[in-house]
């Protein structure tokens, strides 16, 4: 004989109450009707009374059963409710990133980032977002972003910044140019050339660092303001707008009637990649982020 009532029973018996028909509980159980019955029967012999009347006239609660109903429902909630309770405590505890990514290089280049991150903590919920990275700056020290994925130089002032990798600037021309026969050319070659050029609003240490470059070098073309959206920008080029000085990653975006070229001034022309936070920030996520980082780059540089 069974000593103790499952809540699951509870349950099928309550459907019953609800339907007062053992068919009908039965469909909305998603079972067939002779188990039903004979649950019904085990926590009849359980509780040591009889729940229900059934006869023609169809089937009604006795007494015991009004009482278990109302016993049964209570527990139910309360059951329910702890469920809620438990998942939404769960979920606050579940790991979340928060983390920028810079549109200026290609994201292809981090797809391999958050399968590694998931790979060692299946549960962590990572929140992206690309956009420029002074934005993400910005979000970082407002409390926005856990992290970001930024291009250098930019404004970091008291943020922790760890290098990760350099990538180089490469020369986007017209398929047309008059250079297009040469695998490297001098960024001087390009004086002559309307460049593409962000402008400083947008990134102003960018934008500083890169005019007091050209300057030493004597590179002082005519600009335009350089589009946001690259394919913007690659079908100008391709028009024969202009020329533009883009990160090599972007190469993998093919566009008809544009070609790359490499610069022989790549050493001082290219975008450090790091990963920015706030001092002091050392969560479970940050710290998972900054380590599967590393392992994939290597020692971060000063």
């Given at each position: 004989?069974?000593?103790?009532?499952?809540?699951?029973?509870?349950?099928?018996?309550?459907?019953?109450?609800?339907?007062?028909?053992?068919?009908?509980?039965?469909?909305?159980?998603?079972?067939?009707?002779?188990?039903?019955?004979?649950?019904?029967q085990?926590?009849?012999?359980?509780?040591?009374a009889q729940?229900?009347?059934?006869?023609?006239?169809?089937?009604?609660?006795?007494?015991?059963?009004?009482l278990?109903?109302?016993?049964?429902?209570?527990?139910?909630?309360?059951?329910?409710?702890?469920?809620?309770?438990?998942?939404?405590?769960?979920?606050?505890?579940?790991?979340?990133?928060?983390?920028?990514?810079?549109?200026?290089?290609?994201?292809?280049?981090?797809?391999?980032?958050?399968?590694a991150?998931?790979?060692?903590?299946?549960?962590?919920?990572?929140?992206?977002?690309?956009?420029?990275?002074?934005?993400?700056?910005?979000?970082?020290?407002?409390?926005?972003?856990?992290?970001?994925?930024?291009?250098?130089?930019?404004e970091?002032?008291e943020?922790?910044?760890?290098?990760?990798?350099?990538?180089?600037?490469?020369?986007?021309?017209?398929?047309g140019h008059?250079?297009?026969?040469?695998?490297?050319?001098?960024?001087?070659?390009?004086?002559?050339?309307?460049?593409?050029?962000?402008?400083?609003?947008?990134?102003?240490?960018?934008?500083?660092?890169?005019?007091?470059?050209f300057?030493?070098?004597?590179?002082?073309?005519?600009?335009?303001?350089?589009?946001?959206?690259?394919?913007?920008?690659?079908?100008?080029?391709?028009?024969?707008?202009?020329?533009?000085?883009?990160?090599?990653?972007?190469?993998?975006?093919?566009?008809?009637?544009?070609?790359?070229?490499?610069?022989?001034?790549?050493?001082?022309?290219?975008?450090?990649?790091a990963?920015?936070?706030?001092?002091?920030?050392d969560?479970?996520?940050?710290?998972?982020?900054?380590?599967t980082?590393?392992?994939?780059?290597?020692?971060?540089?000063?």
């Open positions: 004989m069974q000593t103790r009532i499952e809540l699951w029973q509870l349950r099928y018996f309550v459907a019953v109450a609800d339907e007062l028909n053992f068919r009908r509980a039965a469909e909305r159980l998603s079972i067939t009707q002779p188990p039903l019955t004979r649950q019904i085990a926590l009849e012999e359980t509780v040591g729940l229900f009347d059934r006869d023609r006239g169809g089937v009604r609660l006795t007494s015991v059963g009004q278990l109903l109302e016993e049964a429902q209570r527990l139910l909630g309360d059951a329910d409710a702890l469920v809620e309770r438990v998942t939404a405590r769960a979920a606050a505890q579940r790991p979340e990133l928060r983390l920028g990514i810079t549109t200026v290089l290609d994201p292809e280049l981090f797809a391999w980032l958050e399968p991150l998931r790979a060692r903590e299946p549960t962590l919920r990572i929140v992206r977002k690309r956009q420029y990275s002074q934005q993400s700056v910005a979000d970082l020290r407002r409390g926005a972003l856990d992290a970001a994925l930024i291009g250098l130089p930019s970091t002032g943020l922790t910044v760890e290098r990760l990798f350099v990538d180089p600037l490469v020369a986007a021309l017209p398929a008059a250079l297009r026969n040469r695998r490297r050319i001098s960024l001087l070659e390009l004086a002559d050339d309307t460049l593409f050029w962000p402008l400083r609003r947008v990134n102003p240490a960018y934008f500083d660092h890169y005019q007091q470059q300057r030493a070098l004597g590179f002082e073309p005519q600009r335009l303001p350089e589009p946001a959206d690259h394919h913007v920008l690659l079908g100008l080029i391709a028009a024969g707008e202009g020329v533009a000085l883009i990160p090599a990653s972007l190469k993998s975006i093919a566009r008809n009637g544009v070609i790359y070229r490499e610069l022989r001034e790549q050493a001082d022309l290219h975008i450090e990649v990963l920015a936070s706030m001092p002091g920030a969560d479970t996520a940050l710290t998972l982020l900054r380590d980082l590393r392992r994939y780059y290597g020692k971060p540089r000063a």
